[in-house]
Antibody, heavy 121, light 108 residues
Framework: EVQLVESGGGLVQPGGSLRLSCAAS????????MNWVRQAPGKGLEWVSY????????YYADSVKGRFTISRDNAKNSLYLQMNSLRAEDTAVYYC??????????????WGQGTMVTVSS | SYVLTQPPSVSVAPGKTARITCGGN??????VHWYQQKPGQAPVLVVY???DRPSGIPERFSGSNSGNTATLTISRVEAGDEADYYC???????????FGTGTKVTVL
């Protein structure tokens, strides 16, 4: 079964750090680009970051650039998001999502169940 | 930055047709994808590349894209279609993915 499982969420104080992980199974992880997407409580989806299959290309949303770092370990079938200088507005459910290339564009065809990050004192 | 605008809510009676719009500047030149998200669950891809369906998605879900508006159409709406729906594109000018504001579909 194709699956993504996030972990690492929790409660952290403003200015603190947290590292999220996403474990992939059921597909050849090293062949796919990956993304992080977040959703604040009661709000819509917000794309956070993208990493290509070989880690050669990385993009960030303006809201997290300079504070978050995406990475992957293809040998461990794992995706990561290092989050530093956390702010209250970073409070959200964080999803990892597989980036699948379709004929005309890339879409997120597999999603994890999400992990909650709460930034509060 | 590129902005995608959706109506906050759409209401539809069972068996009728729901149409959800996604407005963006010259969106017709982009490939649009649509996601369904039910409460407490992760999003699910229901339409990719404007109008194609992943395997397992009912034919009742269809899409179109032209000019400044993309549309997700749900035919013969069922109670189980009640969910939030989001459009998405890739903005090549900023190298960012962009999600629409989201539309809550209520089945009356």
């Amino acid at each position: 079964e194709v699956q993504l499982v996030e972990s690492g969420g929790g409660l952290v104080q403003p200015g603190g750090s947290l590292r999220l992980s996403c474990a992939a199974s059921g597909f050849t992880f090293s062949s796919y680009s990956m993304n992080w997407v977040r959703q604040a409580p009661g709000k819509g989806l917000e794309w956070v970051s993208y990493i290509s299959s070989s880690s050669s290309t990385i993009y960030y949303a303006d809201s997290v650039k300079g504070r978050f770092t995406i990475s992957r370990d293809n040998a461990k079938n794992s995706l990561y998001l290092q989050m530093n200088s956390l702010r209250a507005e970073d409070t959200a459910v964080y999803y990892c999502a597989r980036d699948r290339r379709y004929p005309d564009g890339d879409a997120f065809d597999i999603w994890g169940q999400g992990t909650m990050v709460t930034v509060s004192s | 930055s590129y902005v995608l605008t959706q109506p906050p809510s759409v209401s539809v009676a069972p068996g009728k047709t729901a149409r959800i719009t996604c407005g963006g500047n010259n969106i017709g030149s982009k490939s649009v994808h649509w996601y369904q998200q039910k409460p407490g669950q992760a999003p699910v891809l229901v339409v990719y590349d404007d109008s194609d369906r992943p395997s397992g998605i009912p034919e009742r879900f269809s899409g179109s894209n032209s000019g400044n508006t993309a549309t997700l159409t749900i035919s013969r709406v069922e109670a189980g279609d009640e969910a939030d729906y989001y459009c998405q594109v890739w903005d090549s000018s900023s190298d960012h993915y962009v999600f629409g504001t989201g539309t809550k579909v209520t089945v009356l």
